[in-house]
């Protein structure tokens, strides 16, 4: 498995924007599909955004058009841009890697195996 640490969040105001990054431990970053999820208090974890290792990307319609997800090989590092942000993005963001192929369906907490600890996004209104 490769060990996860994600890094940016913060408090923000409705309409800013946030840059999360998560960097992975590793030499075969570049071969691992990365996800971003988030859970809210009293809420399922849920899909924001996955980038496969081909760089296919995939968003939850809540944030497509808002959110942008990207990768870096070099830097072993896969980024979330926010924009737009609103108050119900209020939660704690998990970055996940997995290996293989990503199902061509929403994609679940159970597609990804490794995770990282979190980092709290707060969005004020």
């Known amino acids: 498995q490769v060990q996860l640490v994600e890094s940016g969040g913060g408090l923000v105001q409705a309409g800013g924007s946030l840059r999360l990054s998560c960097a992975a431990s590793?030499?075969?970053?570049?071969?691992?599909?990365m996800g971003w999820f988030r859970q809210a208090p009293g809420k399922e974890r849920e899909f924001v955004a996955a980038i496969s290792w081909s760089h296919n990307r995939y968003y939850a319609d809540s944030v497509k058009g808002r959110f942008t997800i990207s990768r870096d090989n070099a830097k072993n590092t896969v980024y979330l841009e926010m924009n737009s942000l609103k108050p119900e993005d209020t939660a704690v963001y998990y970055c996940a890697a997995d290996l293989g192929q990503l199902p061509h369906r929403k994609l679940e907490r159970t597609d990804f195996d490794s995770w990282g600890q979190g980092t709290q996004v707060t969005v004020s209104s």
């Open positions: 590793g030499r075969t970053f570049s071969n691992y599909n």
